[in-house]
């Protein structure tokens, strides 16, 4: 089996110096794959090299990717210190005492004794069922809250003082909900994860994140080519069909999809692509080692920015929201 050498993957570093992989396999396939087809690629991926595995309760799909760590593990091809392993506690376990108990189904399900860091997924507790259409409404749903959402820190906060967890991150933050409650918090989030791709830079989020000496975590890297039917719009932007996009990957003789990832690595977010097919998370894996992007391409890619955000999160809006742009604190709340 070719292994990608660790030397080789390039790292990006903690608030607290320690260093991760530049690169990750996110693990949401939920809606197109089955759990064990996931957890299937998570062997393979790890196998190869792959060292960061983006997790979430909401996936439907730890426990599978437990069982797998296991074999893993036991069969002597990676140690657990030598994994990096994300999980997140869902909308539904915001309440006093159930961030405590969605971490720990967490560790369960995934066969681990701790997580080396955790995530609050969407700053507020509204619900939605796994699948639900686009239009589909909780009418217990409302806005974000800043004493909710402290409420909800401030329990990830004691699972790093129970050393359930390494580090806590927040995640689909925006840059005013990030200035209401950085100075209200004990202990500062390690990592933002955010939607990141060449259409969707968001780059005054990624300066203050990384101002803050928050790592930038990018979601949808390649634009999300097979994200769920409820999550598309006439508007949306293909990445892979970007010009500069297309004229790099001509340039270095690769699919578009391998110089989002090649962008995404070299200007200092984690990229965490999914894929179940072997061929590609090899692929993805490989192409930040190796032929980086010229600056030229890289500038040119930049200025491809179409504020294109394809992840909306329309199922979270409440009674008397105007849009899925209140969720984003667009034209202020």
Same mark, same amino acid.
């Given at each position: 089996m070719l292994k990608i050498e660790q030397n080789k993957i390039p790292t990006r570093e903690l608030y607290s110096g320690e260093k991760i992989p530049a690169i990750g396999l996110g693990t949401f396939g939920s809606d197109k794959y089955d759990a064990e087809t996931v957890s299937e690629a998570v062997y393979g991926a790890i196998q190869y090299g792959y060292r960061l595995i983006d997790c979430a309760a909401v996936y439907q799909n730890e426990k599978q990717i437990g069982t797998v760590l296991g074999r893993l593990f036991t069969e002597n091809v990676i140690r657990r210190q030598d994994l990096f392993i994300t999980s997140k506690v869902w909308n539904d376990m915001h309440g006093e005492g159930q961030v405590l108990t969605s971490c720990q189904k967490s560790l369960q399900d995934l066969g681990l004794e701790y997580l080396d860091l955790y995530f609050v997924h969407w700053p507020f507790p509204n619900?939605?069922? *796994?699948?639900?259409?686009?239009? =589909?409404?909780? *009418?217990?749903?409302?806005?974000? =809250?800043?004493?909710?959402?402290?409420?909800?820190?401030r329990q990830c906060e004691e699972l790093v003082d129970r050393k359930l967890v390494r580090y806590i991150g927040m995640s689909n933050m925006t840059i005013p909900k990030l200035k209401a409650v950085l100075p209200l918090c004990r202990i500062k989030p390690a990592a933002l994860e955010m939607e990141l791709h060449p259409s969707f830079q968001q780059p005054e989020l990624f300066d203050f994140a990384t101002a803050h000496n928050i790592l930038p975590i990018g979601y949808c890297p390649i634009g999300s080519p097979s994200r769920p039917e409820r999550d598309r719009t006439a508007d949306d932007v293909a990445d892979i069909e970007l010009p500069a996009v297309a004229a790099a990957a001509r340039a270095h003789g690769v699919h578009p999809a391998v110089i989002c990832l090649k962008w995404?690595?070299?200007?200092?977010q984690v990229p965490i692509p999914f894929s179940v097919k072997e061929s590609q998370y090899l692929s993805n894996l490989k192409c930040v080692t190796e032929d980086p992007l010229t600056e030229q391409e890289m500038e040119a890619i930049r200025q491809e920015d179409k504020n294109c955000r394809l992840i909306k999160g329309q199922v979270f809006l409440w009674e008397g929201a105007r849009g899925w742009e209140d969720l984003w604190d667009i034209d202020e709340i």
């Open positions: 619900y939605h069922a *796994p699948g639900c259409s686009g239009d =589909s409404r909780n *009418p217990d749903s409302k806005p974000f =809250s800043v004493d909710e959402f402290m409420q909800t820190w995404a690595a070299q200007r200092g």
